[in-house]
């Protein structure tokens, strides 16, 4: 379990996140918000990237601050925008986060022959990642994130740039994957969560407004519409959305 604890944290005078409190269990949850809500602060802040002013991190207890390696061990992160090599192959590349992420050498060629397949990049891992697509570049991200087989993945905007089949086959990896490790999803794309998310986290203004499932968000803010419509009626205000 992931648990959130009074989590308050502020750049100068503007306060970013606002006494955000949840428990997270194995499954997908949605991250919404428009620009601005907090969302990659909190995703920092989970990931150790980023220090809280306030509040606490907790996995199954224990602070994440005091299980130093032994949290990054279960740990996997897709930030937005991830900076690549594109000098090394998929393969070098993918050996490069095994590597640092403590897969052991006997199992580095497995392990990446399991993310590479999942990501359908198997033909393309001995190519340099210069000749990559937007799409190619976007799945080896995700292929990096799921390597050694991590606990807790956090992906942001995982789907960005993909096409549809891509999309689906990401989708599908998810699910599977969510069966026993906890994964949150932030996104734009909000029909890519609506039917995979169980619980749906909504920050406003640094502050976590719903965690409701996708049918209880449609039930409250519209009944006759879907989720899309649900992120329209709470944020369509004015706010960059």
């Known amino acids: 379990m992931l648990e959130i604890k009074d989590l308050n944290k502020s750049y100068g ?6 006494n955000i409190n949840c428990k997270l269990t194995n499954g997908v949850y949605g991250l919404l918000g428009p620009n601005g809500a907090g969302k990659s602060t909190l995703m920092n802040i989970i990931t150790t990237n980023l220090k809280a002013d306030s509040g606490n991190i907790l996995w199954e207890g224990r602070n994440v601050d005091k299980l130093g390696d032994d949290y990054r061990d279960i ?24 590597v640092l992420k403590g897969v052991s050498k006997k199992d580095i060629k497995t392990e990446i022959e399991r993310v590479t397949k999942s990501v359908n990049l198997t033909d393309s891992i001995d190519k340099k990642i210069g000749t990559y697509s937007g799409g190619m570049k976007q799945r080896i991200l995700i292929a990096s994130a799921i390597i050694g087989n991590p606990r807790l993945i956090i992906f942001d905007e995982p789907t960005a740039g993909l096409d549809p089949k891509e999309r689906i086959r990401v989708k599908n990896l998810l699910s599977s994957l969510s069966k026993n490790k906890i994964i949150i999803i932030a996104t734009h ?32 803010y519209a009944p006759e519409g879907n989720l899309e419509d649900v992120y329209m009626s709470i944020f369509a205000n004015g706010e960059e959305v």
């Open 75 to 98: 740990l996997g992160y897709m930030p937005q925008g991830q900076g690549l090599y594109n000098v090394f192959t998929g393969y070098m590349f993918l050996n490069y986060i095994a």
């Open 189 to 220: 794309i909000v029909p890519d969560i609506e039917n995979m998310a169980k619980n749906i986290l909504v920050l406003k203004d640094g502050i976590l407004l719903e965690e409701k499932s996708a049918d209880k968000l449609i039930e409250k």
């Open 13 to 18: 005078s503007k306060q970013v996140l606002k």
